[in-house]
């Protein structure tokens, strides 16, 4: 009897082994992207975008903080996206409330064709104010995290870097000139959000030279930013996204002459609106 079980014993540890090699090799398999498919809207989808600046010294001391929301909603009619309910709040020091958020009125129903190449003409911001950068960025943000999330299916692979961008100057107009070094995006695994299975694509972008002279303030410095992006394997939707950038550089402020360096750090997510 003893003999027996023992024998029994050996045979199940001998069938767990194998099935522990099988198992991975039948997993793997199944880790792929979809491949040829479009991105499907359904209708009008609203996200929710908060992005938070933080204006530091030298010596890593918070001087001043920046918080921008904003509604941005795709799948409207003729493939065009819009914008509305952007507001910004502004406090100075590392721990002052921020105060009530002001509207910034002059993005108030923004809309336009969503083509993130189009948003580079010199004539696309006429009617926004030349110190709207973080408005601006609101705009290319979007844009690019759409772009790096749903563009790239049929190049990515399982843990495998894909340098989507090498040395590429881009104009942005009315403020300055940007130089992305490497962009690169990774596909690191699956996870839910929103109740959508969804690829979660990583990318990242260092030592990038940046220039901007806007309103009589001048910068000049790089740029490191990278984040997530959660994207629905069925419809290729962007369920949740992040942004982070870092940018050091000497900043010239409209009627002074002294340089100050300083360190730019914000951080944003991008979320859809869950409507009950």
Aim: proline share 5%; glycine share 10%; charged share 20%.
């Amino acid at each position: 009897m003893r003999m027996k079980t023992n024998s029994a014993l050996i045979t199940g540890l001998v069938l767990l082994a194998a099935s522990s090699l099988l198992v991975p090799c039948a997993f793997a398999q199944t880790w792929t992207l979809p491949q040829g498919t479009a991105v499907k809207d359904s209708g009008p989808r609203t996200y929710r975008f908060i992005v938070d600046y933080n204006t530091a010294n030298t010596k890593g001391e918070m001087v001043f903080r920046q918080r921008l929301t904003g509604e941005y909603t795709r799948g409207l009619a003729g493939g065009d996206v819009m914008w509305k309910n952007v507001t910004q709040a502004d406090a100075a020091g590392p721990v002052a409330p921020f105060p009530a958020p002001q509207k910034q009125d002059f993005m108030e129903g923004f809309r336009y064709h969503n083509d993130l190449v189009s948003t580079m003409n010199p004539e696309f911001f006429k009617a926004f104010p030349p110190t709207a950068m973080m408005e601006r960025n609101l705009v290319w943000d979007t844009g690019m995290i759409e772009m790096f999330g749903q563009n790239f299916f049929d190049h990515l692979k399982l843990n495998e870097p894909y340098h989507s961008i090498s040395n590429a100057d881009t104009t942005l107009p009315g403020v300055g000139t940007f130089h992305n070094r490497d962009v690169v995006l990774e596909w690191i695994g699956r996870s839910q959000r929103n109740g959508q299975e969804c690829a979660v694509i990583n990318y990242e972008a260092f030592f990038n030279p940046l220039e901007i002279a806007t309103g009589g303030m001048t910068l000049k410095g790089r740029s490191d930013y990278w984040g997530e992006i959660w994207v629905s394997l069925g419809t290729r939707q962007i369920e949740y996204g992040t942004i982070n950038e870092s940018v050091v550089g000497e900043m010239k402020l409209p009627g002074q002459d002294t340089i100050q360096v300083v360190n730019i750090f914000r951080n944003g997510t991008l979320e859809p609106v869950v409507t009950k």
